[in-house]
């Protein structure tokens, strides 16, 4: 059994990263592409406390970085899914694809 | 020193009665705005008089001199050390008599209009119109500074415009107003320039301080002025011919005048009051405020001057002759007594006995202000009768109306020289100063004066004689009383404003000057004239066929004076084909295609450009995430592998 290391973890946080990003990209459905971004948040956490605990242990600003990106992901949950509701009593619909007026 | 409250109050009060009249005259004036106008300025005319008295006769005088005096004056905008525009009063003789004439006739006018221009509909617009022009004529008159008689000079230039368009909705008289704005706008550059220069060299703007310092012949100013040239001519002289084109517009002189005959569009008092008493002659007395410049310092400008004039006088009277319209040939007389003014002002020199020409001009100006507005509010009461203005329509009109015929033969003889009618003894005193200097003048003036005579007579005969031509139906009298006193107010005037001694009051230099009467000299005139008299009614007095016999024989010089020397096709030929085709067209091609060419370019560009590129703002969210991603990965590649 290997202990895990830092080039591990950076691997997980990646893959995660880039599953979230497949997922923005692909899903058309406001609420799972507010998932993906969640993911994309928590592989940058992952990253953060990694690069903390290996690199500088002796330190704590990646763990503050965590709480407050945390925090932030809370708040811009609360936001996302007031905008998708809000979108779907006008559009009947929180299909990305259906909301696309913003246009020239 | 007079106290000058009431002396600003002589032009002030037309204009509070124009403010009152143009802004609530519509709403509360309706009927009463004629009375209204007309009390204020009887007052103004009061205060006139009251202030020529005292100027005459109480403090104008010392030792002997009559002095300019500047009662008021109030620095407005200030350029430099000792060069300002100021609203100033100033008062000397001529200022002085202006006053007089101008509020005298717009009073008669004022009066007068409140019969003839009965039941308009813009009543209190017209008065409110005319007090404006008072107004300004009267600011003119009293300016003490060069720049302000210029705002009051544009002042009356707006005002008559307004009351030659005042019939707006008639396509001649609104294409009337604008040829009388443009022409006098075009003569007012050269004014302007000519403001211009003598202000730059003698350094002031001031009358009194101008006049001083460009006649004295050693100051420097007067120096610097005559030894900087242009073309061969001297600076001084060309500011003065620059103001002198001023004068020439307002004055309607040759070649200047097209504008004069078609500004008959205006109601008839309104020609009496501004095309023939009062603006008219702004040219006349611009030219002899700066008399003593012109005298003293650019006796070329002078004789210019008595050169246009004398032509003016001698054309104006040959196109008089064959003019069919009786305002159009007052128009012309105008014209040509007016042409007498500056003639005797070109020829008269500065002092003393010399300027006797001045003098005339001046005396010239008040008797021919009495017995043209009178020919005018005449001529008014016959196209009130007849409705019309063609002399073909009337004819034997003395019996329907007694006591214009009789004020309209009076105002004929003054016109005609014929003594002892105010006319004669100015234009003795013109004749008199154009033999004494210069002979050519002398003569032209003759030959003017008998065909003065000839073609006043053609029109007197060819109204009040001859045959009835109109209809005998629908009398109405002769117009109230109203319109009859100006009539018979002015008529006094323009048979005995000759008998005062105006050498006394008036002259170039102040002092007093005697004009003794030189018996065997108006011999000649007066033959002139009488024979001009006689002719006409030998011709217009019962019907006949000798003046069209004597036109077909005279057919060249007929026609050509008929369609006044063709002097409007001149115009219209270099301004339609000359200008607008070697200047106009150019210039509006470069316009459309260069001009608007660029900027035509530059918009289609923007537009092209954003069409191609706009599909980037698709509105799909995903879209602007994918360019996002690669905008950041691209940042990346570059951070890591360039920016080293």
């Given at each position: 059994m290997i202990e895990p290391g830092l080039y591990h973890i950076l691997f997980i946080s990646a893959t995660l990263f880039f599953i979230g990003v497949y997922g923005f990209f692909t899903r058309r459905n406001l609420v799972t592409m507010l998932m993906s971004v969640e993911l994309i948040l928590n592989s940058v956490n992952l990253n953060f406390i990694a690069f903390n605990k290996y690199l500088w242990y002796d330190r704590l600003d990646g763990v503050f970085f965590t709480i407050f990106i945390i925090a932030i992901a809370a708040a811009e949950a609360a936001v996302a899914i007031a905008i998708i509701i809000n979108l779907y009593r006008s559009h009947k619909s929180i299909d990305v694809e259906d909301a696309e007026e913003m246009k020239y | 020193m007079p106290n000058a409250t009431y002396i600003a109050l002589i032009p002030l009060l037309p204009l509070a009665g124009f403010l009152m009249l143009g802004l609530f005259g519509r709403k509360y004036f309706k009927n009463t705005s004629g009375i209204i106008a007309t009390t204020l300025l009887l007052i103004s005319t009061a205060l006139a008089l009251y202030t020529a008295y005292g100027y005459f006769f109480e403090y104008g005088k010392v030792d002997g001199v009559y002095q300019k005096l500047v009662p008021l004056k109030y620095?407005?905008?200030?350029?430099?050390e000792g060069v300002s525009i100021d609203m100033g009063i100033i008062l000397d003789p001529i200022s002085v008599m202006m006053l007089v004439v101008v509020t005298f006739i717009s009073l008669m006018v004022h009066i007068y209009s409140l019969g003839y221009m009965k039941g308009d509909e813009r009543f209190p617009v017209y008065y409110g119109f005319l007090g404006l022009f008072t107004f300004s004529m009267l600011g003119l008159v009293v300016s003490s500074n060069i720049f302000q008689i210029y705002i009051f000079w544009e002042l009356v230039g707006v005002s008559s415009f307004l009351l030659i368009g005042?019939?707006?909705?008639k396509p001649s008289a609104v294409a009337a107003c604008k040829k009388a704005f443009i022409v006098t706008r075009f003569a007012d550059v050269g004014f302007l320039i000519g403001i211009l220069i003598l202000s730059f060299y003698s350094g002031t703007l001031d009358f009194n301080t101008l006049i001083e310092r460009l006649t004295v012949p050693e100051s420097n100013e007067l120096k610097n002025a005559v030894a900087a040239s242009f073309l061969g001519v001297s600076a001084l002289t060309w500011g003065l011919v620059l103001v002198f084109i001023g004068g020439a517009g307002k004055s309607a002189m040759f070649p200047l005048h097209i504008w004069l005959p078609d500004a008959m569009e205006g109601p008839t008092p309104v020609s009496a009051l501004i095309h023939a008493a009062t603006m008219v002659v702004a040219g006349v007395f611009l030219v002899a405020r700066l008399f003593p410049v012109f005298a003293i310092s650019a006796p070329s400008a002078l004789s210019l001057v008595g050169y246009v004039g004398a032509i003016s006088a001698l054309i104006a009277a040959v196109i008089a002759c064959t003019q069919t319209d009786i305002k159009r040939v007052l128009a012309y007389s105008t014209m040509s007594q007016i042409g007498y003014m500056m003639f005797a002002l070109g020829v008269s020199k500065y002092g003393g006995e010399e300027g006797l020409g001045y003098t005339a001009s001046m005396f010239h100006l008040f008797t021919h202000a009495m017995f043209k507005a009178l020919l005018f509010l005449g001529a008014g009461a016959v196209i009130h009768f007849i409705?019309?203005?063609?002399?073909?329509?009337?004819?034997?009109l003395r019996k329907y109306l007694p006591i214009t015929h009789i004020t309209f033969l009076i105002a004929c003889l003054a016109i005609a020289g014929v003594p002892p009618f105010a006319g004669f003894f100015s234009k003795e005193e013109i004749l008199l100063a154009a033999y004494q200097h210069n002979p050519t003048i002398y003569w032209i003036a003759l030959i003017t004066s008998g065909l003065t005579a000839f073609y006043m007579f053609r029109l007197y005969f060819s109204i009040f004689w001859n045959k009835e031509h109109h209809p005998h139906g629908e009398r109405h009298g002769e117009g109230g009383f109203v319109m009859m006193m100006p009539l018979v107010l002015l008529a006094v005037g323009a048979a005995a404003a000759g008998f005062i001694p105006f050498g006394h009051f008036v002259s170039s230099d102040g002092k007093q000057l005697g004009t003794e009467f030189h018996l065997q000299f108006s011999i000649a005139p007066v033959v002139l004239g009488l024979a001009g008299i006689f002719i006409a009614m030998w011709m217009y007095k019962k019907e006949n066929s000798k003046p069209d016999k004597l036109a077909t024989s005279l057919s060249g010089l007929y026609k050509a004076a008929y369609h006044k020397f063709y002097i409007d096709e001149i115009y219209l030929f270099i301004t339609k084909k000359i200008i607008f085709n070697l200047i106009g067209r150019p210039a509006a091609w470069i316009d459309k295609n260069i001009v608007d060419g660029l900027m035509n370019a530059t918009g289609n560009g923007t537009k092209d450009i954003s069409e191609i590129i706009k599909g980037v703002q698709s509105g799909k969210v995903q879209q602007y995430a994918i360019y996002f991603l690669a905008g950041i990965i691209g940042l990346a590649l570059l951070f890591i592998y360039w920016w080293k």
């Open positions: - | 620095t407005w905008l200030q350029f430099s005042y019939y707006y909705d409705h019309s203005n063609e002399m073909k329509d009337m004819g034997g």
